[in-house]
């Protein structure tokens, strides 16, 4: 951001105590603020295993900054947002504490409705902007952008008054507004979130704190960017679907689930549990799969000892359903598939698909529909 011009706090990013010691010795600010980075909320009221309380700390003592740090990195940090055992904390953001006089809301994001980028702010900033929606929605401001024209001096003005910017802080703001909504198209966003988007008192307006989210699908031109990723939070099965483009989220489930298409794939998860099962992930293909991909989408979900029935839901638009049933069939013979496996598909040379399948001779039982695949998964379990 602030590679942009964007207005942020002074901060290095440290990963060992003696680093966030030099870090703090160098900023030479007033006051220090201290934050555990983990990609989860709630750090502030988190709990480290090292018995430390609280993710995000101030102090005036650089000193203090190197003790603290000692007390994080290495450990795991418990939020309302993590696993119950926490998620380790590898480094430390060493900032420039400043005082704020008084807090906003701004984000920009792609909307649907809108057909491209909405700007929305509010002046009640620094809390859950979803209760103000809810309790004051008349303190929601919306700007709708034409991409193609950008953002108007007119719109940034009108947005920053919204906001309560006075006086010369109104032009500061709406400066910064231009250079988010520059930021948001150039890094190929999808939401650029500001929250507090403050001003201080002495009269500089700071994006304090940010979240961003990217297009999955600009990472051919955004390489620098998702080079930063740091998957070491992620589960390892997650990573390794990654490898073969595949989207892989663990449920606590027992029915694994093999889908194309993310609403699909979420459609699936809910008839299950509507139907009295679990469902064991959240697997979605995409739409350009070939033959080895569903072989590694099996050995995943094999690999997890949860697993006791597996429920294939294909729909072949893009898909060939053929490619999936050639898939299926090797996967299960050099697997040695020992868990029933329900398959439901439908669309593009679905009978060539369900020959496949029934000349294989394999123990696979086949569906009419998606509410049969998942009652039969469900009964496969059950007279387990």
Same mark, same amino acid.
């Given at each position: 951001?602030?590679?942009? /011009? +964007? &207005? %942020?706090?002074?901060?290095? *990013? #440290? ?6 010691? $030099? ?62 055992? /926490? +998620? &380790? %904390?590898?480094?430390?953001? *060493? #900032? ?6 008084? $807090? ?62 006075? /006086? ?78 595949l989207k892989y989220i663990g449920l606590d489930g027992n ?130």
């Amino acid at each position: 951001m602030s590679d942009n /011009g +964007v &207005k %942020v706090q002074r901060f290095f *990013v #440290a990963d060992s105590a003696k680093e966030a010691l $030099e870090a703090a010795k160098r900023l030479n600010a007033k006051e220090i603020v201290l934050k555990a980075q983990i990609l989860a909320g709630g750090r502030g009221k988190g709990v480290f295993s090292s018995g430390l309380k609280g993710g995000v700390h101030l102090t005036k003592d650089p000193h203090v900054v190197g003790q603290l740090a000692k007390q994080m990195i290495g450990y795991n940090l418990a939020t309302k947002q993590t696993p119950k055992e /926490g +998620v &380790k %904390v590898n480094k430390v953001m *060493v #900032a420039e504490a400043l005082d704020i006089s008084r $807090e906003t809301y701004l984000a920009i994001l792609m909307d649907r409705s809108c057909n491209g980028p909405v700007l929305v702010g509010s002046p009640q900033g620094g809390v859950d902007i979803e209760e103000v929606a809810a309790s004051n929605p008349e303190l929601i401001f919306k700007e709708e952008i034409d991409i193609i024209e950008g953002i108007k001096d007119s719109q940034a003005q009108r947005m920053a008054e919204n906001l309560g910017f006075l /006086g010369p802080l109104k032009n500061q703001a709406a400066d910064q507004i231009k250079k988010l909504y520059n930021l948001f198209l150039k890094i190929d966003a999808t939401q650029v979130e500001v929250n507090p988007f403050g001003e201080t008192p002495e009269g500089q307006v700071v994006c304090f704190d940010a979240k961003i989210n990217f297009d999955d699908n600009a990472e051919f031109r955004q390489k620098d960017i998702f080079a930063m990723d740091d998957k070491s939070e992620n589960e390892p099965i997650e990573n390794e679907a990654a490898k073969y483009d595949l989207k892989y989220i663990g449920l606590d489930g027992n029915i694994a689930c093999f889908v194309n298409g993310a609403g699909l794939a979420m459609a699936t998860c809910d008839i299950i549990f509507l139907n009295g099962g679990k469902p064991a992930n959240f697997l979605d293909l995409g739409g350009g799969v070939k033959e080895a991909q569903v072989y590694q989408a099996f050995k995943l979900l094999t690999a997890d000892p949860k697993v006791e029935a597996i429920l294939v839901n294909i729909f072949g638009g893009i898909v060939n359903c053929a490619i999936i049933a050639n898939g299926i069939t090797k996967a299960c013979r050099e697997l040695e598939l020992k868990v029933p496996l329900v398959v439901r598909l439908e669309g593009t040379n679905v009978h060539e698909a369900q020959n496949i399948l029934s000349n294989s001779g394999l123990p696979i039982t086949s569906a009419v529909d998606l509410e049969d695949a998942a009652k039969k998964s469900v009964a496969s379990v059950a007279k387990k």
